[in-house]
Antibody
Framework: QVQLVQSGAGMKKPGASVKLSCKTS????????INWVRQAPGQGLEWMGW????????GFAQKFQGRVTMTSDTSSTTAYLELRSLRADDTAMYYC?????????????WGQGSLVTVYS | QSVLTQPPSVSGAPGQRVTISCTGS?????????VHWYKQVPGTAPKLLIY???NRPSGVPDRFSGSKSGTSASLTITGLQAEDEADYYC????????????FGGGTKLTVL
């Protein structure tokens, strides 16, 4: 069965970086995009960006451009999200999701989430 | 402020029917992009509920249905059950936002 298992959560200081992992299994990793979605405490869902493991192409929401990197390792079928220059308002649960083909793509499987807390 | 607008909350008694609206604009829902819906029980990851405006993934009961007209979409739940109490989010795509997937602000469904 398809699974996305996340790791890399933690507490960070303002200005630091965080790198989250999303280990996938149960499907052909190269065949579909991985998207990242975050959710601040008590708030709604916010799409951050996508990456294609086969082409390494990426696309980001405007507010994250310049501060985010999305990569993958096809040998371990793992996707990564790195967010730099962390601020207090980056405190959120971060989810990786599989992007299933649609018009637009939809997110059919989700990781369990990684909690990032930015504190001073 | 979300690109897609949902009511903050709706409620209904067991067995009743409720509808959650999702209002967009000409650059997203009105541009004929499909709408997808997710259910999120607090403390857990979102789960796909409806895709392609009105398709249910395997395992989702047919009590859940979706529709779209113009710049708006709706999620309808019939035969409301206690386990339907959750947050619901609509999602689409907006071509004016440098190609971005967009979510509604979410609707809290309370089963009375």
């Amino acid at each position: 069965q398809v699974q996305l298992v996340q790791s890399g959560a933690g507490m960070k200081k303002p200005g630091a970086s965080v790198k989250l992992s999303c280990k996938t299994s149960g499907y052909t990793f190269n065949s579909l995009d991985i998207n990242w979605v975050r959710q601040a405490p008590g708030q709604g869902l916010e799409w951050m960006g996508w990456m294609n493991p086969k082409s390494n192409n990426t696309g980001f929401a405007q507010k994250f451009q310049g501060r985010v990197t999305m990569t993958s390792d096809t040998s371990s079928t793992t996707a990564y999200l790195e967010l730099r220059s962390l601020r207090a308002d980056d405190t959120a649960m971060y989810y990786c999701t599989r992007g299933q083909r649609g018009f637009p793509n939809y997110f059919d499987y989700w990781g369990q989430g990684s909690l990032v807390t930015v504190y001073s | 402020q979300s690109v897609l607008t949902q009511p903050p909350s709706v409620s209904g008694a067991p067995g009743q029917r409720v509808t959650i609206s999702c209002t967009g604009s000409s650059s997203n829902i009105g541009a004929r992009y499909d709408v997808h819906w997710y259910k999120q029980v607090p403390g857990t990851a979102p789960k796909l509920l409806i895709y392609g405006t009105n398709n249910r993934p395997s395992g989702v009961p047919d009590r859940f249905s979706g529709s779209k007209s113009g710049t708006s979409a709706s999620l309808t739940i019939t035969g409301l059950q206690a386990e339907d109490e959750a947050d619901y989010y609509c999602q689409s795509y907006d071509y004016m936002l440098s190609g971005s997937w967009v979510f509604g602000g979410g609707t809290k469904l309370t089963v009375l």
